[in-house]
């Protein structure tokens, strides 16, 4: 019985570590994105979160180790949501759609989340020495591509190229959405939606698929 209220115990102490960390992880992910990382500071996200600064200082070491977090845990659920989509054993075209799907409705319903990636790419070159992030956004993505279909009529030369490409797209549609909710200016801005993102997955993946089998390429 002092075992099972032992784990009991433990259990609930991992629940509200984990609790604690999504409320800093939200209120830090807001700040950041309004100010920027240098425009914060950690006793002011602590008292947001409403804890004192060692408690702050007790889950991560300074703001620049609370950001690799906060990208860490948006790349962690993006994994589990490429896991969940190659289980489907889809087509490579209706894999890379719903991936850029994914991005548009990342960007589109949450303002901030362009408006943290482009504060965070700022200050990551103002200060290299300071933040590093060593994982790379859609290195797991081209895995997904490799163990998809698509290897079976595509080279490794063909998968870098198409790396290039999706990487390419990710980013415009970042852009697109941080123009179209942040940046005033006359005309309407190029929009990204469900159709046109579908349509260019059957491009790219037609496209790189024609290239390397159509010609022979290695």
């Known amino acids: 019985m002092k075992k099972s209220s032992s784990h009991s115990s433990a259990d609930r102490g991992g629940a509200h570590e984990r609790q604690m960390r999504k409320r800093i992880y939200e209120e830090a992910f807001r700040l950041m994105a309004e100010k920027g990382i240098d425009g914060v500071s950690m006793r002011e996200i602590a008292e947001k979160v409403q804890v004192t600064k060692p408690v702050l200082y007790y889950y991560f070491k ?101 790396d290039r490409l999706v990487r390419a797209v990710l980013l415009q549609i970042m852009l697109s959405a941080y123009e179209r909710m942040h940046m005033l200016h006359e005309g309407k801005s190029k929009e990204y939606d469900r159709e046109t993102v579908g349509r260019l997955a059957q491009i790219i993946i037609l496209g790189v698929e024609a290239y390397y089998r159509g010609n022979g390429r290695k």
């Open 62 to 162: 300074n703001k620049e180790d609370l950001c690799l977090a906060i990208i860490r845990e948006r790349a962690r659920q993006f994994n589990k949501f490429l896991e969940g989509v190659l289980a489907q054993e889809i087509t490579a075209p209706r894999l890379l759609e719903e991936v850029f799907g994914r991005h548009v409705d990342f960007f589109q319903k949450d303002p901030d989340n362009s408006k943290f990636i482009a504060r965070t790419i700022a200050y990551a070159l103002s200060n290299p020495d300071k933040f590093k992030y060593k994982g790379k956004p859609t290195e797991r993505l081209r895995d997904v591509f490799a163990a998809s279909p698509l290897k079976k009529s595509v080279t490794e030369k063909g998968l870098e190229d198409l």
